[in-house]
């Protein structure tokens, strides 16, 4: 059995035909390091799912590990306003899952996101799966057709 965001994460991947890859391992992958020692590839291979705030909104950044977002840069893409880094709860509030475990998908309610067209050069991503321990793979073009995001630079 599955812990419910893992559970969740699974769900959401089949629901949108993508393959359900979700592996889960005895150690925790919380940070894009730890997760490409443990799966032994680049780092920039590793899908950060950051979640920041804009204007009250959750905002979900799918990001290379290897990446550190400008969120003025972001920002100024968006023209919408100011993002601000979001707190634990708020992460929590708005996807059911905890900070180092965050996935782009299995939110209780669909959140808009970005997706780091850096991430394009590598065949296959690694992205968190709901909890600490739990990591999926999926190609770049399948990652953004299931989140439904909107391609951009970070930095």
């Known amino acids: ?8 994460v699974k769900r ?8 359900d890859t979700v592996t889960v391992f005895d150690a925790a ?12 590839c680049d780092i920039a291979g590793i ?13 979900l950044i799918l990001a ?3 990446a550190r977002v400008d969120v003025g840069k972001v920002a100024a893409g968006l023209g919408e306003g100011a993002i601000r880094r979001a707190s634990a709860d708020f992460v929590l509030a708005h996807t ?3 900070v180092g475990g965050v ?10 996101t ?7 050069q590598h065949p296959v991503l690694w992205a968190g799966a709901g909890d600490h321990n739990s990591m999926f793979s999926i190609s770049y073009d399948e990652l953004r057709r299931i989140t439904d995001a909107e391609e951009t630079t970070v930095r």
Do not use: W
């Not at 059995?1 to 969740?8: G, K, L, S, W």
């Not at 970005?114 to 394009?120: A, K, T």
């Open 29 to 40: 992958v919380p940070t894009a390091a730890a997760a490409a020692a443990t799966l032994g």
């Open 103 to 112: 996935a782009p998908v299995g939110h209780p309610e669909k959140i808009r």
């Open 47 to 59: 899908t950060n799912s950051l979640v920041f705030e804009l204007a009250g909104a959750p905002l």
């Open 96 to 98: 059911g899952q905890r």
């Open 12 to 19: 959401a991947l089949t629901a949108a035909g993508a393959e």
């Open 64 to 66: 290379s590990g290897a």
């Open 114 to 120: 970005l997706l780091d067209s850096s991430l394009r």
């Open 1 to 8: 059995m599955y812990p419910e965001p893992v559970a969740n």
